[in-house]
């Protein structure tokens, strides 16, 4: 699948869940279109060095804490960028979650338009 297509479904649904969610404040879409681009560079680099560090507990949890590391990313990314705020890390936890799930049906969804064309 295309990059940009992932990067604007990945904006589309935080944004969708900044409304929802209210530990999570987005302003406006340019600004998720710009953490979603941050969070796609920081899954390429940041995440394989986490997954490496804390490979004992994530065996351990039996992967539960991939969801955690998930979270410390989405986190990170929202530090960098002004108009997004998180109030928790609980509230990190559960945007990450929604994001992943979301994002993984509608990658899924656009992959097999993909291949009725």
Do not use: C, H
């Amino acid at each position: 699948m295309n990059f940009l297509l992932r990067i604007v479904i990945t904006a589309v649904v935080a944004y969708g869940l900044s409304a929802v969610l209210k530990g999570v404040y987005i302003s406006d879409f340019v600004t998720a279109l710009v953490f979603s681009l941050v969070l796609a560079v920081l899954n390429a680099l940041l995440k394989p060095i986490l997954i490496i560090l804390t490979l004992p507990i994530t065996i351990f949890t039996f992967g539960l804490f991939l969801f955690i590391i998930n979270a410390i990313i989405v986190l990170v990314a929202a530090n960098f960028i002004r108009g997004i705020q998180i109030e928790s890390f609980g509230w990190g936890l559960l945007f990450s979650l929604l994001l992943s799930i979301l994002t993984s049906i509608l990658y899924r969804d656009a992959r097999r338009r993909e291949g009725e064309e």
